[in-house]
C-alpha cells in the first residue's frame, strides 16, 4: 500500500507519502508519513462516524481492487509504452486506496483488524491486508479475472466512466478528506478513461479480430455495469449527510458518455440482462453487501501472503 507516485516539480503536502529520510524500512510501510497528515480529520457535525467510514471503505475498496488486478498485467502488456500506462493506472488507484482506507480508519478504528502486538502495519495497510473477502465491499466488476487486453481496456473504461462522475460531485463533499482525495482523483481518473476510451476506439475501428475481442468483452463486463449505479443504504446515508454521492444519480450522465463512444467506434451496446446480486437471507447481495465471485478470494488470498505470513516483518 506505501507506494509514492508523484510529478516532477510537485509536492503534494499531505498526499506526498514519501520517505521520512531514514534508512529502516517496514516491510508494510512505517517508515512513511500519515497519508492524512495535515488534513482535519474531524468527522463533520451530524454525520455517523460509521457511515462515513463504510462509505470510504466502499470507494477504496473499488480502488485497492482494480489496481491489484491492473498490477497483474506488469510486463505482459502489448508494449511497453502499454505496460508503464496500466502500472501507473494501477499506482494512482492504489494512492486513492491508501488515502480512502486511512480516511475510514481515522473515522471508524473499529474496524481495523486487530494484529498482534508490535506488528508495524499502519490502519491502512491492516485494512488492506487482514480483510478476508466477504469484509470488502468494492463492485463486483473490479474483482473479475483479467481476460485479454480489450477486456482491460473496456473495464477500466466503464470503472473510470462512474467513478470519475462520482468524483466530481464528491469533490464538493463535506467531508475535507473526501473532497481532498476526489480533487485529486478527478485529474487521475480522467486520464484512465481517456486512455481505455482511445484505446477502445482504436481497437473497435483496427483489425477484424481487435474488433470481435471488443465486442465480446463489452459483452462480457456490460452485464455488471447496472451494479455501478445501484444505491446502496451506505451510500444513500452518506449522501443525504453530504460526505457522499449516490451514484444512482450519476447513471444519466455515465450512460451518455458511455454511448457517445460507442457510437464513435461503431459499437452497438450489447442488449444483456444485467448480474443479479445473490440471494441472501431472502435479498439480493452485490459487492457492496460483501458478497463476491470467487474470484475475490483467489487474488485475496495471493495479494494478501506475505502480510499474513509476517505480521511483524520488517526490512
Not at 75 to 88: G, H, K, M, Q
Not at 175 to 191: F, H, I, M, N, R
Not at 279 to 293: L, S
Request: glycine content about 8%; overall charge negative.
Amino acid at each position: 500500500m506505501s507506494i509514492h507516485t508523484h510529478h516532477e516539480g510537485e509536492h503534494e503536502s499531505a498526499y506526498d507519502v514519501g520517505l521520512l529520510g531514514n534508512d529502516a524500512h517496514w516491510a508494510f510501510g512505517t517508515s512513511f508519513e500519515d497519508p492524512l497528515a495535515g488534513v482535519d480529520t474531524t468527522v463533520p457535525d451530524g454525520v455517523d462516524p460509521g457511515t462515513l467510514a463504510a462509505y470510504s471503505l466502499m470507494l477504496g475498496d473499488d480502488a485497492l481492487v482494480l489496481s491489484h488486478r491492473l498490477s497483474e498485467w506488469c510486463s505482459r502488456a502489448p508494449d511497453l509504452e502499454e505496460d508503464i500506462a496500466l502500472a501507473n493506472i494501477a499506482l494512482d488507484l492504489l494512492g486513492q486506496a491508501r488515502l480512502l482506507l486511512a480516511r475510514a480508519a481515522a473515522a471508524d478504528p473499529t474496524l481495523v483488524p486487530a494484529l498482534p502486538t508490535g506488528s508495524p502495519v499502519p490502519a491502512e495497510d491492516a485494512l488492506a491486508f487482514f480483510r478476508g473477502d466477504r469484509e470488502l465491499r468494492n463492485v463486483r466488476m473490479a474483482e473479475l479475472p483479467n481476460g485479454d487486453f480489450a477486456e482491460t481496456v473496456t473495464r477500466v473504461l466503464l470503472l473510470s466512466v462512474q467513478r470519475l462522475a462520482v468524483l466530481q460531485r464528491l469533490s464538493r463533499s463535506r467531508d475535507a478528506v473526501l473532497a481532498a482525495v476526489a480533487a485529486k482523483g478527478v485529474k487521475e481518473v480522467t486520464y484512465h478513461r481517456d486512455f481505455a476510451g482511445r484505446w477502445f476506439l482504436t481497437l473497435a475501428q483496427g483489425t477484424e479480430e481487435s474488433h470481435r475481442r471488443l465486442v465480446a468483452a463489452l459483452a462480457g463486463l456490460m452485464p455488471w455495469w447496472d451494479e455501478l449505479f445501484t444505491t446502496h443504504p451506505v451510500e444513500a446515508e452518506a449522501a443525504a449527510a453530504g460526505v457522499g454521492v449516490d451514484p444512482a444519480t450519476v447513471r444519466a450522465e455515465a450512460d451518455l458518455v458511455l454511448d457517445h463512444l460507442l457510437a464513435t467506434s461503431g459499437v452497438e451496446r450489447p442488449q444483456v440482462r444485467p448480474r443479479a446480486g445473490v440471494r441472501v437471507d431472502g435479498q439480493p447481495r452485490t459487492g457492496r453487501d460483501g458478497v463476491h465471485t470467487e474470484a475475490l478470494s483467489r487474488m485475496l488470498a495471493e495479494m494478501q501472503s506475505v502480510a499474513r505470513a509476517h505480521p511483524l516483518g520488517r526490512w
